[in-house]
Each structure stands twice: as structure tokens, then as C-alpha cells.
């Protein structure tokens, strides 16, 4: 596999039965994450979770090469560990999936379609 030292995104989907119902992109920064819901990868993920038909909240990682083309990573059928970042945008991917397979009315409100994000790690010792 070439080096990769372009940007990477994770890429957090909603989808049933090879349908994309929705997504957010993370891309990574030193330190923090900016999150869209109108990602560079959106295409590339279109295609994955159709051609595989994908189901479930599952999370794509993409790497660009230093001439910005992309290359898939992996591809998950579990949500990310940043998962929940893309909540702040007002994109609720669980409830999403949930009310598509139970076949419940549901509207989507995006609030803040670009955000950015830091995680805070704090260590707390026992006694």
C-alpha cells in the first residue's frame, strides 16, 4: 500500500439493505475533527454500501495520497468510536435507522451542517 499523507475522513452511515439514509463525514485534524454532512467521500460511500449492501450503522475510512485521490481503508459494520460527534450538527443517525426500519415518520432538522469537534481526555486515578 502506498503512503497515504493526504486527509483522512471516517465516514459515519445509517443504511438499510444498500441504501445510504444518512451520513457524516469527519475529517481528521490535528487535535480536533471537522464534521460535515456534505462530505469529499460521499460518492466513494455511495457505492460501497450499494455495491456490499450494506446495513446498519457502519463507519468508512478514506486516505488520500498526496495527489488527493482516495483510498478506502476499511470498512466497518460497527459505528466508529467518533460516532456521536456528528449529534451537534443535528444529524441523529440512530434515530434515523431506527424509524426507516420500523417504518415511522421521522424529520430530519440539521442544525449546523459543518462543525468542528476536540475530544477532552481526562484520566481520573482511583484510590
Not at 456534505?38 to 457502519?58: A, E, H, K, W
Not at 467518533?82 to 440539521?110: D, W
Request: proline fraction near 6%.
Amino acid at each position: 500500500m502506498p503512503f497515504l499523507a493526504g486527509e483522512e475522513c471516517s465516514v459515519d452511515i445509517a443504511c438499510s439493505q444498500g441504501q445510504v439514509l444518512a451520513h457524516a463525514t469527519r475529517i481528521k485534524r490535528t487535535g480536533y475533527q471537522d464534521i460535515t454532512v456534505d462530505g469529499p467521500c460521499d460518492d466513494i460511500c455511495q457505492r460501497l454500501v450499494t455495491l456490499f449492501q450494506l446495513d446498519g450503522l457502519i463507519n468508512i475510512q478514506l486516505k488520500q495520497n498526496d495527489q488527493q485521490q482516495w483510498f478506502i481503508l476499511e470498512i466497518n459494520s460497527r459505528p466508529a468510536g467518533g460516532f456521536a460527534y456528528s449529534r451537534p450538527t443535528g444529524l441523529n443517525l440512530i434515530a434515523e435507522l431506527i424509524s426507516h426500519k420500523l417504518n415511522l415518520p421521522f424529520q430530519r432538522q440539521i442544525d449546523q451542517p459543518n462543525i468542528s469537534v476536540r475530544p477532552i481526555t481526562t484520566v481520573i486515578e482511583g484510590k
